[in-house]
């Protein structure tokens, strides 16, 4: 069964940084291409970054230079190292990744960016 567990958010205020940790079991980690989504209040969710099983990067407009998504396959974690904070980015975040044609979420962690 997978699962995935997100850890790592809280309160920041603007400005600050936060390290999102997620960590999977259930699947061959290595080979899964992961993300992380964000849904803000009164907001659908949204891709924030993705890193495939090789390691490419890509990330939405809106974090591009202040966020960065990472991998330890021997840890079968992937993180999300947010610097520079705003309240924009106020939201639940959580990870996921697809087995075949199945998506899995995680509960997500909630980060609250305080002005």
């Known amino acids: 069964q997978v699962q995935l567990v997100e850890s790592g958010g809280g309160l920041v205020q603007a400005g600050g940084s936060l390290r999102l940790s997620c960590s999977a079991s259930g699947v061959i980690f290595s080979i899964n291409n992961m993300a992380w989504h964000r849904q803000g209040p009164g907001k659908q969710r949204e891709l924030v970054a993705a890193?495939?099983?090789?390691?490419?990067?890509n990330y939405a407009d809106s974090v591009k230079g202040r966020f960065t998504i990472s991998r330890d396959n021997a840890k079968n974690t992937v993180y999300l190292q947010m610097d520079s904070l705003k309240p924009e980015d106020t939201a639940v975040y959580s990870c996921?990744?697809?087995?075949?044609?199945?998506?899995?979420w995680g509960q997500g962690t909630q980060v609250t960016v305080s002005s």
């Open positions: 996921g990744t697809t087995v075949g044609v199945v998506g899995y």
């Open positions: 890193i495939t099983s090789g390691g490419r990067t």
